[in-house]
C-alpha cells in the first residue's frame, strides 16, 4: 500500500460500467489498485492484484455492496463485469456476520490467537522470553521533542486499546483488561548512551521480556545521543500487535507528535470497534464447534482433508541432529533476484493466472524437495486476517497461520504445478477463518518441543518497499537501526524464507530480497547459504 502507484492506464480495456453494481465496483478496483479509473472489463490481477489485496476487496465489496464473495470468486471471475454478476446472483452464500461495536460481558475472553500467545508466555519464566516480541528501532536525526513525543505515545495507547490490555487469569483462564486512563499509559524511558554502546543496550531492550498478566504489552526507550542524534525503541508483544499493526502505530505516532508538537491533540475519527470486538465478533462467527452447521465446523471439515496424512517432520537437509528441546537460536542469510528475473516470473505469474507468491511457492517445494524432502511439501505462510474494512486502523493480532501443502509428486513440469498450488492456496484462503491454534488442536499432530507442529518451514512475501519505516516524525529523519539485529535473532521454525517484492517508480518489478532464517540447532551457515545461491 506504501508504494506509488503504477501506472496501469494503457492496460485498461476502458469499458464504461453499465450498470450501478459495475459503477460502484470500478470505483472499488481503483481504490484497492490505487488507480485512477478503471473499465468494467478489466482484470484485478492484470492491473497488479494479488492474493492480499484480493482480500482487501472482497472486504470493501462486503461493506459497500452487503454481498459476499470469496478468494476463489476473484481469481476465476477477475473483471469487474464477472464480480458484478457474482453480486447480483446473491455472492457466495450471502453476506456474514457484521463486525462492529458490541456489548462487553464483564469477562472479555482472548482471541484465539491471543489464547496461544498467552499460554507461550506463561511458559516462560516471568514472562522473560523475546520469541515473540516485535522490536523496532530508529535512528531520529534533528531536535527531539520529548514531551511531544510521550504526549504523543499515550494518544496512541489512547486510541488502541490493544496497547492498554493486561491478561490477568482467574483458575487458568486469561481474560481482557483493558485499562484506563494514566494506569495504560506507558512511560517513555529516556536515557544518555554514548554511540558505541547503542547496539548493546538496543539488543538488551529488545530481548526483554513482557509478564503479560500484569504488564502493558508495549514500551519504549529513548536513547540521546547528542542534542540533534537519537535512537528510538519500540517493542511490542505479539499479543497486541502483528506486523500490519506496526504500520497503523507508526501512522498514529507520525499525526500525534506532529500535533503535540504544534500544541495540539491529534485530530482522529473514532476507530469503528476495537480488539476486544474483534474477539468477540470472532467467537461468534465461527460459532460452537459441535454445530455441525457452524463455519467452524464446515472450515475444520475441509482442513481434515486437505491435510491427512500430513508428514509428521520435514526431512530437511540438516547438519546436526535434532534436539530434544529447541533453543530458538537463528541465524540469516540473503537471497536476491535482479529485475530481469523478476520481471519474468510477473510474466510467468501473469500468464498462469496466479500470484507471485504462488510462484515462489512452487519454487521452494521444488527445491526442498530436490535436496531430499521428499514430494509432500508442507508449507507454513501468514496471512493477514484483517478480511473486514473495520479492521484496517486498529492495532492488534489478527495474523493466522495457513498450511499450504504442495503435492511435487510425478515429476510435473513446473505450470503442472503451479496449477496444484493454485488450486491448494485457493482453497485455503477459502477456509482461513480457522485460527491456526484450533486447527493444531483439532488435528492432534504428535507435538514436540524441538519442531514447530504441522510445518518446519515458513514462507513469507511482502510487497512493501524496504527501508521504508512508515514513520514521519515532525523535523525528523527517521532510519531503521542496524545495531543489536543479530543479537535477537530467533528461529521459530527450521526454515524461515522471508522476501520482499521491490518495483520502481513506474510499478515495474525491480527485484526480489530478503533472506532465510535458519535455526542454528539444526543447520550451518554455510548449508543455508546453499539453499539461498
Known amino acids: 500500500a506504501a508504494l506509488p502507484a503504477p501506472d496501469f492506464a494503457g492496460r485498461t480495456t476502458g469499458r464504461a460500467p453499465a450498470t450501478p453494481t459495475e459503477e460502484l465496483l470500478c470505483g472499488l478496483f481503483a481504490e484497492v489498485l490505487g488507480l485512477e479509473q478503471v473499465g468494467a472489463d478489466d482484470s484485478f490481477f492484470t492491473l497488479g492484484g494479488d492474493s492480499l489485496l484480493a482480500m482487501r476487496l472482497i472486504a470493501r465489496v462486503q461493506a459497500v455492496l452487503n454481498a459476499e464473495i470469496n478468494i476463489r470468486d476473484v481469481f476465476t471471475s477477475p473483471t469487474v463485469e464477472a464480480i458484478a454478476r457474482l453480486v447480483a446472483d446473491g455472492g457466495a452464500g450471502g453476506p456474514r456476520?457484521?463486525?462492529?461495536?458490541?456489548?462487553?460481558?464483564?469477562?472479555?475472553?482472548?482471541?484465539?490467537?491471543?489464547?496461544?500467545?498467552?499460554?507461550?508466555?506463561?511458559?516462560?519464566?516471568?514472562?522473560?522470553?523475546?520469541?515473540?516480541?516485535?522490536?523496532?528501532?530508529?535512528?531520529?536525526?534533528?531536535?527531539?521533542?520529548?514531551?511531544?513525543?510521550?504526549?504523543?505515545?499515550?494518544?496512541?495507547a489512547d486510541r488502541q486499546e490493544s496497547l492498554r490490555t493486561v491478561f490477568p487469569e482467574a483458575a487458568g483462564v486469561a481474560r481482557q483488561e483493558v485499562l484506563q486512563g494514566e494506569r495504560g499509559h506507558l512511560v517513555l524511558r529516556v536515557d544518555e548512551v554514548a554511540e558505541d554502546d547503542v547496539p548493546a543496550v538496543a539488543g538488551d531492550e529488545m530481548a526483554r521480556g513482557f509478564d503479560l498478566t500484569r504488564e502493558l504489552p508495549w514500551r519504549a526507550r529513548c536513547l540521546v545521543l547528542s542534542p540533534s542524534e537519537s535512537v528510538l525503541i519500540v517493542v511490542a508483544h505479539h499479543i497486541a500487535v502483528d506486523g500490519w499493526s506496526m504500520?497503523?502505530?507508526?501512522?498514529?505516532?507520525?499525526?500525534?507528535?506532529?500535533?503535540?508538537?504544534?500544541?495540539?491533540?491529534?485530530?482522529?475519527?473514532?476507530?469503528?470497534?476495537?480488539?476486544a470486538d474483534y474477539a468477540l465478533w470472532q467467537r461468534e462467527l465461527l460459532g460452537d464447534l459441535d454445530d455441525p452447521d457452524s463455519l467452524i465446523?464446515?472450515?475444520?471439515?475441509?482442513?481434515?482433508?486437505?491435510?491427512?496424512?500430513?508428514?509428521?517432520?520435514?526431512?530437511?537437509?540438516?547438519?546436526?541432529?535434532?534436539?530434544?528441546?529447541?533453543?530458538?537460536?537463528?541465524?540469516?542469510?540473503?537471497?536476491?533476484?535482479?529485475?530481469?528475473?523478476?520481471?519474468?516470473?510477473?510474466?510467468?505469474?501473469r500468464r498462469r493466472g496466479v500470484t507471485m507468491f504462488m510462484v515462489v511457492q512452487a519454487a521452494l517445494a521444488v527445491l526442498l524437495s530436490k535436496v531430499g524432502a521428499g514430494t509432500d511439501i508442507p508449507l507454513g505462510t501468514a496471512v493477514a486476517g484483517r478480511g473486514d474494512a473495520a479492521l484496517d486502523d486498529l492495532a492488534g493480532f489478527f495474523v493466522n497461520t495457513l498450511v499450504l501443502r504442495t503435492d511435487v509428486s510425478g515429476d510435473p513440469s513446473f505450470v503442472e504445478l503451479l496449477g496444484r498450488v493454485r488450486e491448494t492456496d485457493l482453497a485455503a484462503y477459502a477456509h482461513q477463518d480457522v485460527p491456526f491454534e484450533r486447527l493444531v488442536e483439532d488435528l492432534n499432530p504428535a507435538r514436540s518441543?524441538?519442531?514447530?507442529?504441522?510445518?518446519?518451514?515458513?514462507?513469507?512475501?511482502?510487497?512493501?518497499?524496504?527501508?521504508?519505516?512508515?514513520?514521519?516524525?515532525?523535523?525528523?529523519?527517521?532510519?531503521?537501526?542496524?545495531?543489536?539485529?543479530?543479537?535477537?535473532?530467533?528461529?521459530?521454525?527450521?526454515?524461515?524464507?522471508?522476501?520482499?517484492?521491490?518495483r520502481d517508480e513506474q510499478g515495474a518489478p525491480a527485484g526480489l530480497q530478503g533472506g532465510i532464517q535458519y535455526a542454528t540447532d539444526l543447520f550451518d551457515p554455510d548449508t543455508a547459504e546453499a539453499l539461498a545461491v
Open 449 to 502: 518441543l524441538a519442531r514447530h507442529p504441522l510445518f518446519q518451514v515458513m514462507l513469507t512475501l511482502q510487497n512493501l518497499p524496504q527501508g521504508d519505516t512508515g514513520l514521519r516524525l515532525a523535523g525528523l529523519r527517521a532510519q531503521p537501526l542496524d545495531e543489536g539485529q543479530e543479537q535477537t535473532q530467533v528461529a521459530k521454525f527450521d526454515l524461515s524464507v522471508s522476501l520482499t517484492e521491490h
Open 297 to 349: 465446523s464446515a472450515q475444520l471439515d475441509h482442513w481434515r482433508s486437505a491435510l491427512a496424512g500430513l508428514p509428521e517432520e520435514l526431512a530437511l537437509p540438516t547438519d546436526r541432529p535434532r534436539p530434544s528441546e529447541s533453543s530458538f537460536q537463528g541465524g540469516a542469510v540473503r537471497v536476491e533476484t535482479g529485475a530481469e528475473v523478476h520481471a519474468l516470473l510477473s510474466e510467468v505469474a
Open 97 to 156: 456476520l457484521a463486525l462492529a461495536a458490541r456489548e462487553r460481558p464483564r469477562v472479555v475472553p482472548l482471541s484465539y490467537a491471543q489464547q496461544r500467545m498467552w499460554f507461550l508466555n506463561r511458559l516462560e519464566e516471568a514472562g522473560a522470553g523475546a520469541g515473540y516480541n516485535v522490536p523496532l528501532a530508529l535512528r531520529l536525526t534533528g531536535e527531539l521533542d520529548v514531551p511531544a513525543l510521550e504526549a504523543a505515545l499515550r494518544d496512541v
Open 247 to 275: 504500520g497503523v502505530l507508526l501512522r498514529d505516532l507520525s499525526s500525534a507528535y506532529e500535533a503535540r508538537c504544534r500544541g495540539a491533540a491529534p485530530g482522529w475519527e473514532p476507530l469503528p470497534v476495537q480488539y
